[in-house]
């Protein structure tokens, strides 16, 4: 199952998020731009938000002030995580990880060109099985992050190569869950009132 968005149901009172069939999904998602990703965004607090993808996961964001993780720290945790399920890829050919560990970081500083993050680093402190396997997956380890570094992490070439974000502001009303919804997982609408996806 995963979940999309309706406006009717919103209409009716429902939440936004509903789940139906992949099938269903899939159906309703021809012609759909494939290089698309998103999110959609509400406010559930001070300084609180919940970020939910079309698949019904969620995740709230913070302003330092609580445990949730901030928008720095989700940065360095998708650096983090991009590379480590490359790396995954790579290497799980040859043999699975037999411990895994990885440290992002990275300094907020404020200079001319505004608030960023210099000095972003990602470590890897990975082992393999004994073996053939493990063996090759050992040898490959550092060809591999090379190329998680050149072309393969989306989120780190992303920042390498800085293509410029657009904040604007627009009416996103219909596509949204309702601000007052401060569950940290998506509420599928009863059975009796779901309908297929919107393309």
């Known amino acids: 199952m995963s979940f999309t968005r309706s406006g009717t149901l919103a209409a009716a009172g429902w939440s936004l998020w509903h789940a139906v069939p992949m099938a269903e999904e899939q159906a309703g998602q021809q012609g759909r731009d494939e290089t698309l990703r998103e999110i959609d965004m509400v406010r559930i607090g001070d300084k609180r938000y919940k970020a939910t993808n079309g698949r019904g996961g969620v995740l709230p964001i913070g302003g330092g002030d609580d445990p949730d993780f901030t928008p720095v720290e989700l940065l360095l945790a998708a650096l983090a995580g991009c590379g480590a399920i490359d790396l995954d890829y790579l290497t799980g050919k040859r043999a699975p990880f037999a411990s895994f560990a990885a440290h992002a970081e990275g300094h907020k500083v404020r200079d001319e060109g505004g608030h960023h993050l210099t000095g972003l680093t990602v470590t890897f402190d990975v082992t393999f099985p004994e073996g053939e396997g493990g063996d090759a997956a050992r040898g490959s380890l550092a060809r591999s ?41 998506a509420r599928p609408a009863p059975a009796s009132r779901a309908e297929p996806a919107q393309p």
């Open 145 to 185: 992050v090379q190329q998680i570094q050149d072309r393969l992490c989306t989120v780190g070439r992303t920042v390498t190569l800085g293509d410029p974000v657009e904040y604007r502001t627009g009416d996103l009303s219909g596509a949204l869950l309702e601000p007052s919804d401060d569950s940290v997982a």
